[in-house]
């Protein structure tokens, strides 16, 4: 399943990405906003011309009882992320902790200047299950389980550029 979400995010273009390969924002970005259980920064590299960040990553346990005794407890994965500086891209591959040669999600996000202080985020998503009869239902629960997530990290990071009130 492939599928695309935009959002308009009010914040630049440059500083998003910066944010993306920013651990400590990212934590709370994904527990904040994103409401996973658990987010581990692993690795980090941003000194030379690509830059490479790896987490681990424990969702919400909100599955379908049927997807929970499929891969049982303590689901997580590890997310890849690369960037080649001055590149409008980045792009993600998600390694699961259970049932690797059954599951696939990647992604890659473009971001795209919408003005001084704003940018256009187009995340252009790949989930695919290779479960005989079920797998179009997980790879649905998946679809909407990143949307809401994008929903809300949309709006945190718009909140990133909007001056304090004092």
């Given at each position: 399943m492939r599928f695309s979400k935009e959002h308009r995010i009010e914040i630049s273009?440059?500083?998003?990405?910066?944010l993306t390969f920013d651990p400590a924002f990212m934590k709370r970005l994904n527990i904040e906003a994103m409401k996973v259980q658990q987010y581990d920064p692993l690795d980090r590299n941003v000194a030379g011309a690509v830059w490479t960040m790896k987490n681990r990553i424990t969702p919400q346990d909100n599955m379908p009882g049927f997807i929970k005794k499929l891969v049982g407890g303590g689901f997580n994965y590890?997310?890849?992320?690369?960037?080649?500086?001055?590149?409008?891209s980045v792009a993600a591959v998600m390694v699961p902790s259970v049932m690797r040669d059954k599951l696939r999600m990647a992604y890659t996000m473009r971001v795209i200047p919408a003005g001084e202080n704003a940018c256009r985020r187009i995340m252009d998503w790949e989930v695919e299950v290779k479960i005989f009869g079920i797998g179009g239902q997980?790879?649905?629960f998946a679809a909407s389980e990143i949307e809401r997530s994008l929903e809300s990290s949309a709006s945190f990071l718009s909140k990133q550029g909007q001056p304090v009130a004092v």
């Open positions: 273009a440059s500083r998003l990405i910066e590890e997310e890849s992320v690369t960037h080649t500086k001055g590149s409008d997980i790879e649905k």
